[in-house]
């Protein structure tokens, strides 16, 4: 078969053998997701249900650190087009958000994290330049410290 994965029907769709069990997991946790669903071409069922599987894959098994903007927006417009074609969906529309929310937390912080360093370099670099022009007999004096 080459590169060709095996298909198989699971709920009513046809996916990649590979994907059995997460869509076993999509319909035993959310029973409702294809409830409204009412294309009958196998084909765009299939589109569809592989869209579905992408976000999955997206807001649950990539790290939030190698998330991009793009792929958050991607997800967003495939969520929608899912929606769309009548899929239930709100368990993972909750998702998209929870995790762009803490992408954006962990982002803001960083960049704080970020202007703390700099400060802290800055404070440091100007410590230097102070104890360099202290007299050498002060810089080279060992004074015993006690707890």
């Known amino acids: 078969m080459g590169n060709q994965q095996r298909k198989v029907t699971a709920h009513g769709f046809i996916i990649a053998s590979s994907k059995v069990k997460l869509a076993n997991w999509i319909f035993q946790t959310y029973p409702n997701t294809s409830a409204n669903v009412k294309l ?3 084909v765009l069922r299939t589109r569809y ?3 579905l599987f992408s976000v ?3 807001l649950y098994h990539k790290p939030l650190s190698d998330l991009t903007e793009d792929e958050l927006s991607k997800a967003s417009q495939e969520l929608s087009d899912v929606t769309q074609a009548g899929f239930n969906v ?3 529309a909750s998702k ?3 995790v762009t929310l803490e992408k954006k937390t962990s982002e803001d912080r960083i960049r704080e994290l970020e ?3 700099e400060k802290l370099k800055l ?3 100007e410590e230097k330049v102070k104890l360099k022009k202290q007299p050498s007999w002060i810089t080279k004096t060992e004074i015993p410290i006690s707890p």
């Open 90 to 92: 709100e368990w993972l």
């Open 96 to 98: 998209l958000e929870k």
């Open 115 to 117: 202007e703390e360093l």
């Open 49 to 51: 249900m592989n869209l």
């Open 40 to 42: 009958q071409d196998d």
């Open 123 to 125: 404070t440091m670099s």
């Open 56 to 58: 999955i894959k997206r």
